[in-house]
């Protein structure tokens, strides 16, 4: 294997980082992913069976987001699905790959299908200029529809996978290669044309700045797929799966008690897993918690669930030490400049 080119150090503050992303364009790498390949001519059926979404209305080139359940209707595990002409490519997080596919393979009893780690290196190029920046090196994403995948052939003699995936903020765009050259290739190739290298931290405010939960950190397996509040991931018309009973049953009454929300914090910077409480009393949790550096000052800005009639009340909400204040996501640039 070759190995991978150091990335050049990142010399932008904090700030910077995330001015690039929301901004102009900044590419990071994406260790965290890891992927699974799923053949077999049962894999459309088989995998149809085990998710919240529908993968049998995926076409080729087409991806869309899923939770795993237990039979008690609770996620043990996420992924994105994506459809290719003779196989299914499923991507979650890298340290989560070898539980998906024990549970998995679980479920695998007269069926065509076989699991197998799909090895691939990555980077995401995000931004508002992440497509004229990667246009100039080659690349062109202009026609790529969010949730589409293409491949070039040929980059510089090189194979590279292109993904428009989920960005309710700012556009992101995944390449991935089975060489590491490729992507210290590709990643140097952008920084030339302008876009800021940029790490986890960036990426991380950026998620919060979307709202978008993190399984693991966010989503647990206590959490219903109703309490998410990530409908994206949830298909009513598909057919059998997995704990669809619950998710039906939730459904069919309305609502869950409990559901994932944003929340603009004033006081001190606490803790994930602090308590949410009204008149001295939780109604809720934070989860993920970070003081995002805008540039027109710090956003204490943290996710987490809380109970509905807090919201529905506008009832005032508190934690130890400052108050927390719902705010609908994505956060926009004309809301982040108020």
């Not at 499923?90 to 998906?100: E, F, I, M, N, Q």
């Not at 800005?301 to 809380?306: K, P």
């Not at 009639?309 to 956060?331: C, D, S």
Request: charged share 15%; with cysteine.
């Amino acid at each position: 294997m070759t190995a991978i080119a150091s990335p050049p150090a990142q010399s932008a503050t904090a700030q910077q980082q995330l001015t690039a992303l929301l901004e102009a364009s900044a590419v990071a790498p994406l260790s965290s992913i890891g992927w699974i390949k799923l053949t077999g001519d049962d894999r459309v059926r088989w995998l149809n069976g085990m998710t919240t979404n529908s993968i049998q209305a995926l076409a080729s080139g087409e991806m869309n987001y899923n939770f795993f359940l237990s039979s008690q209707g609770r996620i043990q595990g996420d992924a994105v699905a994506l459809a290719l002409d003779n196989s299914i490519l499923l991507g979650t997080a890298a340290d989560r790959v070898p539980a998906l596919m024990e549970l998995l393979d679980r479920f695998i009893i007269m069926d065509d299908v076989e699991l197998a780690q799909h090895p691939s290196f990555g980077l995401v190029v995000a931004g508002p200029q992440a497509a004229s920046t990667l246009a100039a090196v080659g690349i062109a994403t202009n026609d790529l529809a969010p949730l589409h995948f293409t491949a070039i052939d040929d980059w510089r003699g090189h194979k590279v996978a292109i993904l428009h995936s989920h960005s309710p903020l700012v556009p992101r765009i995944e390449l991935w290669a089975e060489s590491p050259d490729t992507i210290a290739q590709i990643t140097e190739a952008v920084i030339a044309s302008g876009a800021a290298l940029v790490g986890d931290e960036a990426l991380n405010h950026l998620r919060l700045l979307e709202g978008t939960p993190l399984y693991g950190t966010d989503i647990r397996d206590k959490e219903l797929p109703q309490e998410t509040a990530q409908t994206r991931a949830l298909h009513f018309a598909k057919g059998c799966y997995l704990g669809q009973e619950i998710v039906e049953r939730i459904r069919s009454r309305g609502n869950v008690h409990r559901t994932f929300h944003a929340f603009q914090l004033t006081g001190d910077l606490p803790a994930a897993s602090t308590v949410l409480e009204v008149d001295g009393k939780p109604v809720g949790e934070l989860t993920s918690v970070a003081a995002i550096p805008l540039a027109s000052g710090p956003m204490n800005l943290a996710l987490g669930y809380i109970r509905r009639e807090a919201l529905e009340r506008n009832l005032a909400i508190a934690y130890p030490g400052g108050t927390a204040q719902p705010v609908t996501t994505p956060i926009t640039i004309s809301e982040r400049n108020v």
